[in-house]
């Protein structure tokens, strides 16, 4: 049986959910049934007993383009909200006629973690999503049948340079970058609150001036309540840079803190501009105006 791993020449793995919605991964980790050796000192031996515990099954860490199927990009939005979706799928190793050859099954999976790409306006680099989702178990199995490409979807290219940042209020038209960041929901048998990652954002010097304003009002002069904070979006973009992919709408933005960085092979530095964000969504993208 071939391992679940890294993509390997002329083959490929994919995601199937709902027993049909298919989408082509970049990378698969994880997903293996292990258990904790423990190591006891007893007897009149010279080395330590070791016996293994109960069998566990690990997360599954997979990395997607714009690809994603419907049923996945729902799981994922969902998994970002009070009332996040358990789901059954597999993960399916494939060679290059689409033949499915093997097969791990997987069921009431909860995503744990979605993570974004930093953001480089002068970046050519691929970008891809990675989510970290948890079974509850794991079944390997013998591959049968063959995908379809009408199953597979349109390929949606995406770089880490089509993007676009938007906040009211707010001269975004020269943010060069934007850190890469992660929504992380917590485990446990009570829905906790998600903690909403902070965003740190690179705009070019000469044009950060509305920034500056509002952290001198936000920060220095103390207006820092709710009335103050500023909502937002971050647009992914098709290569046209007017197609937007898909948007992480930013809501309850709040500066806390700016500073100056060099500028690497230019005269002009960079304003990093720390914002905290009290909640986001995930939604699908459509043409942009």
Not at 273 to 280: F, G, N, S
């Amino acid at each position: 049986m071939p391992t679940i791993g890294r993509i390997q020449p002329n083959n490929f793995f994919a995601l199937r959910l709902d027993g049909k919605d298919v989408t082509i991964l970049k990378q698969v980790e994880g997903g293996a049934i292990s258990a904790e050796v423990q190591r006891t000192p007893g007897g009149r031996q010279h080395y330590l007993k070791k016996h293994i515990g109960k069998p566990f099954v690990e997360d599954f860490s997979i990395q997607v383009g714009w690809t994603l199927s419907q049923a996945l990009f729902d799981w994922i939005a969902a998994s970002w909200t009070r009332n996040p979706r358990k789901s059954d799928g597999a993960i399916l190793a494939c060679d290059h006629n689409l033949a499915i050859q093997t097969e791990r099954a997987f069921s009431n999976a909860l995503i744990s973690e979605t993570s974004f790409p930093a953001l480089d306006a002068a970046s050519k680099e691929p970008a891809y999503l990675t989510v970290r989702f948890s079974p509850e178990t794991i079944t390997p199995k013998p591959g049968t049948g063959k995908l379809t490409l009408s199953s597979l979807g349109k390929q949606k290219l995406w770089q880490t340079s089509n993007f676009r940042l938007e906040i009211e209020g707010l001269e975004t038209g020269k943010v060069k970058a934007i850190d890469s960041f992660s929504i992380i929901r917590p485990s446990g048998p009570e829905p906790a609150k998600i903690d909403f990652p902070d965003l740190k954002i690179s705009i070019a010097e000469p044009l950060a001036q509305s920034w500056i304003d509002w952290h001198a009002d936000f920060v220095i002069k103390g207006n820092h309540e709710d009335k103050h904070e500023k909502n937002g979006k971050i647009l992914f973009l098709a290569p046209d840079l007017k197609t937007q992919l898909a948007r992480v709408e930013l809501h309850n933005l709040g500066i806390f803190r700016l500073s100056t960085e060099s500028g690497e092979g230019s005269l002009a530095g960079l304003i990093k501009a720390e914002l905290y964000c009290e909640w986001m969504e995930f939604q699908l993208g459509k043409a942009a105006s």
